[in-house]
Every structure is written in structure tokens, then in C-alpha cells.
């Protein structure tokens, strides 16, 4: 259980036993449960915080000393998009992770076949990619993931290992369901906000100010924004993201590949 987890058991406990002892301190009891409520919305609505358990943000040191990269694509699989983002990764010899929501996939299951017929790898982004999901408890995060590793494994034949949340937003029940799943949860080192940045230079210099190896990179195969001239962002990224990367001495690999041996262990 997360340090703050704890802490905040630990509060609401001594606020109990303080409105119950001392009914003349409630108002103080309830404003110190309310700040603590705070503190766990504040921590569920940073994306890259591990106040709310294990949060992957970075390949660790030896795939940094391998130069390696992951490139994540998400709320995919599209129709329009994805077999074009396919067809760039194949020219440049890139592979890639995709973070599927579950529904999406079952629209296009020849697409989700293709991406691993590629090379690459599926993960779990939900199942309907609720704008709802960080509000969700206990049994609805139950459903959610387990309904989509149910869709994504059946389609993909590969059983996913990791999930990011929708938006990166969870709240502290979202790592027990995580556990019992035997996935990890895994965030980005940088993000290029490619579904509302028209500008694909903009979205490029998010990507690769101080791009390392052990970078996580994310983008949008789904949803993702259009340029002034109609065409998705990511199709004018992904290309001078991969000579970037070249430049800079690094290569990509799926996360089944990079991440440590503990989440292959904890899948099995």
C-alpha cells in the first residue's frame, strides 16, 4: 500500500476517534479528512505521480544504456490513422507500443491483428476510455480492465501486461485492481499533447527536449489533431521523431521488450 495510502487511513481513523473523544473538535477532525481528500485528488490528477502506487515513467538505467526508447501510441486502433502510422514505422524500421481501448479494437479486429503481425505490441488503455474513469471504485476499475484484457487478449493473442488510464487520471483504487490483473501501470517521460497541437513542430520539440534513451514518448494513433491542412499530427511527427532519435544514437522497442524481467514474472 502506498505511503500515502496509509496516511490517509491513518487520518481518517484519528478523525474519528477525535469527533467521537472531542465532539467540540469535529470541524477540525472533517477539515483535516477534507485537506486529505485533496491531497489524494491532487496526486490521482499527475499522471506521472507513484503517490498512488507503482507508476512506470522511464525504461530504467540499462535500457538508458542500451539507447533505447519507447515510442506508445494511443486510443487507437482508427480506421484512417493507425494503418498509415503502421505503414511509417515499417519504412523506418521502428517498432512501437499501442495502447488500445478495448472497444475500439473489437470495431477493427483485422487492425489490431495487424499491429502485432508487425512487430509491435498491444497494452490496455480500457475499455471504453470513460471521461468518468479517475471518479470510478473499486468494482467499476474491476470491469473496465478486466473487460478489456478480455477483448485485447481474444483479438490480440497477446495477454497485456501494462496499462496507462485515460488521460492519466486514476484515483487510489485504481492500483489494488492493477495488482489482482497483473498489470503495470505505465505513464510516458514526455508527451507531445498531439490531440490538441495542430503544429507539428510544436508537438516535436515536446517530444525530444532532452530526449534520453529510457525515454517513454507518447502519442495518438486516435483522436489525434489535425493540421491546418487536415492531416493528422502524428503522420507528420512520427517521421522526424524516428531521425531525431537516429541522430541522437537511440532505437526503439516495445515496452514488452524494455521493461524489466518483475512485470513478465508478475503476468505469469
Given at each position: 500500500?502506498?505511503p ?96 488500445c481501448?478495448?472497444e ?6 483485422a ?23 479517475s ?25 497485456p ?101 518483475r ?6
Amino acid at each position: 500500500m502506498p505511503p500515502l495510502v496509509r496516511a490517509s487511513l491513518g487520518v481518517h481513523g484519528l478523525a474519528a476517534g477525535v469527533a467521537l473523544a472531542l465532539p467540540e473538535q469535529a470541524p477540525w477532525a472533517l477539515a483535516g479528512v477534507a485537506l486529505n481528500h485533496a491531497a489524494l485528488t491532487a496526486a490521482g490528477l499527475w499522471p506521472r505521480s507513484r503517490l498512488l502506487g507503482p507508476n512506470i515513467t522511464h525504461l530504467g538505467d540499462a535500457s538508458a544504456g542500451r539507447g533505447e526508447v519507447a515510442l506508445t501510441l494511443d486510443d487507437g486502433p482508427d480506421a484512417e490513422v493507425t494503418p498509415r502510422v503502421l505503414d511509417l514505422l515499417d519504412r523506418h524500421a521502428w517498432r512501437a507500443t499501442f495502447f488500445c481501448i478495448a472497444e475500439r479494437a473489437r470495431a477493427q479486429p483485422a487492425l489490431l491483428r495487424e499491429i502485432v503481425a508487425r512487430g509491435h505490441s498491444v497494452q490496455n488503455h480500457s475499455a471504453v476510455h470513460r471521461h468518468n474513469f479517475s471518479l470510478l471504485g473499486p468494482r467499476g476499475f474491476a470491469a473496465e480492465l478486466t473487460r478489456a484484457q478480455d477483448v485485447l487478449t481474444d483479438l490480440s493473442g497477446q495477454r497485456p501486461t501494462c496499462f496507462r488510464a485515460p488521460a492519466g487520471l486514476r484515483n487510489p483504487f485504481l492500483d489494488p485492481v492493477l495488482h489482482r490483473l497483473g498489470l503495470h501501470l505505465v505513464s510516458w517521460t514526455r508527451r507531445g499533447f498531439d490531440t490538441r497541437e495542430r503544429d507539428a513542430g510544436r508537438v516535436l520539440a515536446r517530444l525530444t527536449r532532452g530526449l534520453a534513451g529510457g525515454d517513454i514518448l507518447l502519442l495518438h494513433d486516435g483522436h489525434a489533431a489535425r493540421s491546418a491542412q487536415g492531416e493528422p499530427v502524428v503522420l507528420a511527427v512520427l517521421p522526424r521523431l524516428i531521425e531525431r532519435c537516429r541522430d541522437a544514437g537511440l532505437h526503439g522497442v516495445t515496452l514488452a521488450e524494455a521493461l524489466p524481467a518483475r512485470v513478465a514474472a508478475r503476468a505469469a
